[in-house]
């Protein structure tokens, strides 16, 4: 039975002591910021997650590029030529157009080498939560689940992923086409902060708003409350941009729930250029079909 290899977009945004024990590949992205290329690739990084916020908070922006073919077939290449095949985890469609580039890549790939499994999923998550699916995928793997099972269970369970998303300025969202300028300048005045989650489709879709940075925190608990399905001992991601003391809090309000697994992580460079630096982010094995 041949071995395989998981690989992942670098939108997966994983807690420092989760990162250093993952055997995965991460497929390279690209931000440009002030004429400057960075290579986001997790510990591989040019430029590390906290410095691009600095980056940001002095009012550059920054612009992604997605994934290409050719750098899709270069990795994949590699694991075949050393006998591995492959489960490649990607971005959501619905955000990206990286999923589409590693399908493209795959119809060659099955000329080329006709003999390995190549299975390219479209995750329909983003940052912590693509990366929590990732991290369960790993574990899973250690299990001994053949390449097929994995691939199996992958598309099975990428939908019970939860991302619940805020953010406490709007400039970010208004210059990706989030919200409008009328809907931003509002709410900037009146301290309106948007209550954003992942849909079935893997899009962000704003479900509620809140008045202060405190209730929005405590929305994104209340949520938890009424969508976590795997009990207090499953994982829980939270992370943030330059919010530190927002995550804390709202981790310490996770605890106090009695959520005994909760990890603090920044979200990367490939995100926060769409969100920016005061969002914070809570990820769990949940349902997407609000109630």
């Known amino acids: 039975m041949a071995e395989y290899r998981i690989m992942a977009d670098a939108t997966i945004d994983f807690p420092e002591e989760i990162e250093k024990e993952m055997d995965i590949t991460i497929i390279p992205m690209t931000v440009e910021m002030g004429g400057t290329d960075y290579t986001i690739c997790g510990k591989d990084s040019t430029i590390s997650a906290m410095e691009f916020f600095d980056h940001l908070e002095k009012g550059e922006i920054a612009r992604t590029a997605q994934v290409t073919t050719a750098t899709f077939y270069q990795y994949f290449e590699e694991a075949f030529k050393e006998g591995f095949d492959v489960i490649h985890i990607s971005f959501s469609s619905a955000l990206s157009k990286s999923y589409e580039a590693s399908v493209l890549c795959a119809e060659k790939m099955k000329v080329d080498y006709p003999d390995r499994k190549l299975y390219c999923i479209d995750s329909l998550c983003?940052?912590?939560?693509?990366?929590?699916?990732?991290?369960?995928?790993?574990?899973?793997?250690?299990?001994?689940?053949?390449?097929?099972?994995?691939?199996?269970?992958?598309?099975?369970?990428?939908?019970n992923v939860a991302h619940w998303v805020t953010v406490d300025e709007l400039d970010t969202l208004l210059r990706g086409g989030r919200?409008?300028?009328?809907?931003?300048?509002?709410?900037?005045?009146?301290?309106?902060?948007?209550?954003?989650?992942?849909?079935?489709?893997?899009k962000l879709?704003?479900?509620?708003?809140?008045?202060?940075?405190?209730?929005?925190?405590?929305a994104m608990l209340q949520a938890y409350r009424e969508n976590a399905s795997d009990g207090a001992e499953s994982p829980v991601f939270v992370t943030h941009g330059t919010a530190i003391q927002d995550a804390q809090t709202l981790r310490d309000m996770l605890i106090a729930e009695g959520v005994k697994n909760v990890s603090l992580c920044y979200v990367g460079p490939?995100?926060?250029?769409?969100?920016?630096?005061?969002?914070?982010?809570?990820?769990?094995?949940?349902?997407?079909?609000?109630?």
């Open 126 to 159: 983003a940052t912590a939560g693509h990366g929590l699916l990732v991290y369960t995928a790993v574990q899973k793997h250690k299990e001994g689940y053949t390449v097929d099972d994995l691939a199996e269970w992958i598309e099975n369970n990428k939908l």
């Open 270 to 291: 490939v995100i926060g250029a769409h969100t920016g630096p005061t969002v914070v982010t809570l990820h769990f094995f949940g349902d997407r079909n609000l109630r």
């Open 179 to 202: 919200i409008t300028r009328t809907s931003a300048a509002l709410g900037t005045m009146l301290s309106i902060k948007p209550i954003i989650h992942v849909d079935g489709e893997g």
């Open 205 to 218: 879709v704003a479900v509620n708003k809140v008045r202060g940075r405190k209730k929005s925190l405590e």
